[in-house]
């Protein structure tokens, strides 16, 4: 039955009861469904036989569920281990003596970010579009772009202070210069709704562990349908194959679907905890999703600002994600702070990051400004 309501959608969440989450941008809360699909997937493990039939149909209904939270097919995804997998699977498909440009921004999550320098030794050029103030403007990324870009890649949030980034606005200079466009929805994706055909990017990755309601150790490779590689992807395995059961040790195939990408045996328990974490989101809507979570971002932030905290989060609704970014001299320690009193947060760099999902309330922000009081006034 559908969920109508954040209350609802709350009591999916064991967890909640005693514990207020504020770390949606590190990990989900765990929800219900995702604890019974492990519990089921141990189950599996003392089944008689080996019970691979089981684990590939939640490998392929976690890809199909997938596929539909972002209006893709189950073809154009490929299940890899994280993000920055299928950063290296799309980089390494391009031809950078052909078009060395490779543009992406500072506010790039770095493992990814990591990932496009590493092609410089295969001759890519990489720019790196600055932010200001926290923000990156549409103008700034299209200036970056020109006729030697092959590659750009812009995170739908980022994961530094929560600001949104301009993805559609990013895809049409790229799309004017010949540019193929890798987004990174992981700070984003399962509160923010996305639509591939609406964005037209060629590339989108997201692991499960975040807003997606999962586990580590899962992600999805989107790869528009009719994307064609320049060079063959480097690294592979056997279920990058036409017939992964096939066991040829002398064929070395490439389907035409995203499972390219693929590589060895995916993470089967994190397969069936990602299936589980998208249907808890299937069951309610994206937009009644966005517009909760929006409306709690205003409140923290308005809140937290006049308990006089620094926020470097954006002051503008429109560019701000599912989280909102406290200054702070100790992060880590106001964050182990908070969590004796039972509240999650995310401390990074110099910046205590806290996050929102359909299952929180105004009343956790209380919570939160209350228990921060508190520990300044210590």
Request: glycine share 6%; hydrophobic share 45%; charged share 25%.
């Given at each position: 039955m559908p969920i109508d309501a954040p209350e609802r959608f709350r009591d999916r969440f064991p967890s909640l009861k005693d514990t207020v989450h504020l770390a949606s941008c590190s990990q989900g809360a765990a929800s219900e469904h995702m604890l019974a699909a492990l519990q089921e997937f141990q189950w599996s493990m003392r089944s008689h036989g080996a019970p691979w039939a089981a684990w590939m149909e939640r490998v392929d209904a976690a890809?199909?569920?997938?596929?539909?939270?972002?209006?893709?097919?189950?073809?154009?995804?490929?299940?890899?281990?994280?993000?920055?997998?299928?950063?290296?699977?799309?980089?390494?498909?391009?031809?950078?003596?052909?078009?060395?440009g490779l543009v992406t921004t500072d506010m790039e999550f770095p493992s990814v970010a990591h990932v496009w320098l590493?092609?410089?030794?295969?001759?890519?050029?990489?720019?790196?579009?600055?932010?200001?103030?926290?923000?990156v403007p549409a103008r700034a990324y299209a200036d970056a772009v020109d006729a030697s870009t092959n590659l750009v890649s812009i995170p739908l949030v980022s994961y530094r202070n929560g600001v949104r980034l301009p993805v559609a606005e990013t895809v049409g200079a790229a799309r004017a210069a010949g540019a193929r466009v890798f987004v990174d929805a992981y700070q984003g994706l399962g509160v923010l709704p996305v639509d591939v055909r609406q964005l037209d990017c060629d590339y989108l990755v997201c692991g499960a562990l975040k807003y997606l309601l999962g586990v580590p150790g899962i992600a999805f490779l989107y790869v528009r349908g009719g994307v064609r590689d320049e060079v063959a992807p480097q690294l592979t395995g056997?279920?990058?194959?036409?017939?992964?059961?096939?066991?040829?040790?002398?064929?070395?195939?490439?389907?035409d679907t995203a499972r390219r990408f693929e590589?060895?045996?995916?993470?089967?328990?994190?397969?069936?905890?990602?299936?589980?974490?998208?249907?808890?989101?299937?069951?309610?809507?994206?937009?009644?999703?966005?517009?909760?979570?929006?409306?709690?971002?205003?409140?923290?932030?308005?809140?937290?600002?006049?308990?006089?905290?620094?926020?470097?989060?954006?002051?503008?609704?429109?560019?701000?994600?599912?989280?909102?970014?406290?200054?702070?001299?100790?992060?880590?320690?106001?964050?182990?702070?908070?969590?004796?009193?039972?509240?999650?947060?995310?401390?990074?760099?110099?910046?205590?990051?806290?996050?929102?999902?359909?299952?929180?309330?105004?009343?956790?922000?209380?919570?939160?400004?209350?228990?921060?009081?508190?520990?300044?006034?210590?």
């Open positions: 890809r199909a569920a997938f596929a539909a939270h972002i209006g893709a097919t189950a073809d154009e995804i490929a299940v890899v281990s994280c993000a920055s997998e299928g950063a290296y699977q799309v980089a390494s498909t391009l031809d950078w003596s052909r078009r060395p590493a092609q410089e030794r295969r001759g890519a050029r990489v720019c790196h579009v600055p932010d200001e103030d926290g923000v056997w279920f990058g194959r036409v017939d992964p059961f096939g066991f040829d040790p002398r064929t070395l195939d490439f389907p590589t060895g045996t995916p993470s089967i328990p994190s397969a069936y905890a990602a299936a589980a974490g998208l249907r808890t989101l299937a069951e309610v809507d994206a937009k009644d999703v966005e517009a909760h979570v929006r409306e709690l971002t205003a409140y923290a932030h308005a809140r937290l600002a006049e308990r006089g905290e620094t926020l470097a989060s954006p002051a503008d609704p429109e560019l701000r994600g599912p989280q909102v970014a406290i200054a702070d001299p100790a992060p880590d320690a106001t964050a182990a702070a908070l969590a004796e009193r039972r509240i999650v947060t995310s401390p990074r760099g110099t910046l205590l990051r806290v996050s929102f999902h359909y299952y929180n309330t105004l009343a956790d922000i209380d919570a939160l400004v209350t228990a921060l009081d508190d520990i300044r006034a210590q």
